[in-house]
């Protein structure tokens, strides 16, 4: 991709945040962004530097982590195309409270803060929407404290691994694969499992004939069988 040619109203309309605003909008709003390539590794911010910015994944998958006082890390987020991460600490006017770093090699648009107070300031449709995007976020948050402490690690790891279909309760049974974007350490750090744990459970799902693991790709066999599985 060629990043002097990154059509940057474009891209912003295909967000939800941003699909309402008119043509001339998205342009004003274009100007406070910009495009990094990074790779694999490599910390997009530190937890308690200076927040002036919001960010999108364009390419790539990033992770937003802490690190307890014993060392050990916790994924908190796993953001990939088209997610969003920091609005809220960038409003708060606070340093991030989280570290942010590419799994992949990437491309990171970068929003800054004074252009999008800017448009608050002049649209009040667009405040409506920024306060939704926080909301649905503050909304995932409750969910997975709710799931750490009601579901059991098993459920955790059928829940990721359907996703939606895990709150369908008569939706068909299909065949489906589903390609895990990191890796499952990382996945397992997401869900509050250790990796051995997290490992467990995918082979007591193959054992039980509900799924088949090929590397990072997870062919579920009966996606309504893995969702109404107890284990023994």
Known sequence: ??????????????LPLFSSMREDELKHLATGCHLRRMERGKLIFRAGEP?????VTVLG?????AI????VEKVIELCGPGHSFAEAVMFMGAPYVVSAQTLTDSLILTVDKEMVVSEIRQNP?????????????????IKDVEGYALHS?????????LGDRMNESEAASEAITVSLPVSKASIASRLSLTPEYFSRVLN???TAGLIHVDKRDIHITDTARLANYQPR
């Open 1 to 14: 991709m060629d990043l002097d040619k990154f059509n940057y109203p474009r891209y912003l309309s295909t």
């Open 51 to 55: 927040c002036n910015e919001f960010h």
């Open 61 to 65: 998958q990033v992770k937003l982590f």
């Open 68 to 71: 307890s006082p014993a060392g």
């Open 125 to 141: 449709d667009f405040s409506l929407r920024m306060l939704a995007g926080l909301s649905r976020r503050l909304h995932g948050l």
């Open 153 to 161: 690690g098993v459920q955790r790891v059928i829940g990721y691994l």
């Open 204 to 206: 007591e799902l193959e």
